[in-house]
């Protein structure tokens, strides 16, 4: 079993929707959690960053973790035709000197205009 | 905030010839630097991640090794590429400190083995 599972998608919207992306994981160590919004051919760039369960909100972008059941996702609202992106979410154990970050998959997004 | 300049950008080798990809930051200092592989249409593959000047760790056994001999400098290097060497590779730096432990990518180098 990975320790992060997301669906790599594609998932295919049209224009103003909201759009979920979801990924769990198995290691209850986890403390920091990361979404990285990846273009083509470009390096990850990071979107949204928490620490500890609850929501968090940054534009139209909120950012949600729930660690009783070891779930996170990220809420995109009135999606854009350049949201189209692979979303990966990251996460990495607080006791764990290394700070490595664990990611997901990836998952494809594609917003239709 | 952290910026992460690799280079270079693409590059095309042929089996068996020697790499060498680097990897510098700026914007932080000590900070804990990382070699990600990302093969098409897959999530990322931590390779070697440092902790300091001089200290690195391996996460799978393969061709490639990495160095730190400077702070905010990373080095990839492989003595004979194999096909399989080829993919994205990127480069990231977290800062050590207790709060604000983003990591920052680099904006990769595609490496075709051919």
């Known amino acids: 079993q990975k320790e992060v599972e997301q669906d790599p998608g594609p998932l295919s919207v049209p224009e103003g929707a909201i759009v979920s992306l979801n990924c769990t994981y198995s290691n209850s160590a986890f403390q920091y959690f990361m979404w990285y919004r990846q273009y083509s051919r470009k390096g990850p760039e990071l979107l949204m960053y928490?620490?500890?369960?609850g929501n968090k909100e940054d534009g139209r972008f909120t950012a949600q973790v729930d660690k009783s059941s070891k779930y996170i996702s990220l809420f995109i609202r009135d999606s854009q035709p350049s949201d189209s992106a692979t979303y990966l979410c990251?996460?990495?154990?607080?006791?764990?000197?290394?700070?490595?970050?664990?990611f997901g998959s990836g998952t494809r997004l594609l917003v239709r205009p | 905030s952290q910026t992460i300049h690799q280079w270079p950008a693409t590059l095309v080798q042929p089996v068996g010839s020697p790499l060498s990809l680097e990897c510098t930051v700026e914007?932080?200092?000590?900070?804990?630097l990382y070699w990600y592989r990302q093969a098409a249409g897959r999530g990322l593959q931590l390779l070697f991640y440092s902790v300091g000047i001089g200290q690195i760790s391996s996460e799978v056994p393969q061709n490639l090794s990495a160095s730190r001999p400077q702070d905010r400098q990373f080095i990839l290097s492989s003595k004979k590429l194999l096909l399989s060497d080829s993919g994205f590779y990127l480069c990231a730096s977290r800062h050590t400190g207790y709060q604000n432990t983003e990591a920052f990518f680099g904006q990769g180098t595609r490496l075709t083995v051919v």
């Open positions: 914007g932080t200092s000590n900070p804990n």
């Open positions: 990251a996460m990495s154990a607080r006791k764990d000197s290394s700070y490595k970050l664990i």
């Open positions: 928490t620490y500890s369960s």
